[in-house]
């Protein structure tokens, strides 16, 4: 059965920081591919304050079995004490784009290319 292909968002404070771990997790095989999208503003609550952010908003097109390592790297590299992750499954969309997904973080999560 394959890999299942997941989304998985997150926020970063500017681009170089959205850019530097984009960059990081698709050449260490933790994602296929990472789309930054600049504008967002994130409302929300942090110490007993109410907070208004722009943020850029990634989003990881990653599989399941990398998002242990994918999460652990993430929290490495961010720079927030708890940097947003939330994935989600893909449930459909083009297959021959799923099956690149998949392929592109084969190597990295079981350490060999599928035979």
């Not at 968002?9 to 681009?15: G, H, R």
């Not at 242990?68 to 459909?92: Q, S």
Request: glycine residues 6%.
């Amino acid at each position: 059965m394959p890999d299942s292909v997941l989304i998985a968002f997150s926020t970063c404070p500017d681009e170089p920081t959205a850019a530097r771990i984009a960059q990081t997790l698709v050449s260490e095989g933790l994602a296929a591919c990472v789309n930054r999208i600049p504008g967002a503003c994130s409302t929300y609550m942090w110490d007993g304050r109410l907070h208004e952010d722009a943020e850029i908003l990634l989003i990881i097109k990653t599989t399941r079995r990398a998002l242990t390592k994918l999460t652990h790297r993430l929290r490495a590299l961010h720079p927030y004490e708890c940097p947003e992750l939330i994935a989600t499954a893909v449930i459909g969309g083009n297959e021959n784009y799923l099956d690149w997904v998949r392929a592109a973080l084969q190597e990295s999560v079981t350490g060999k290319a599928d035979e």
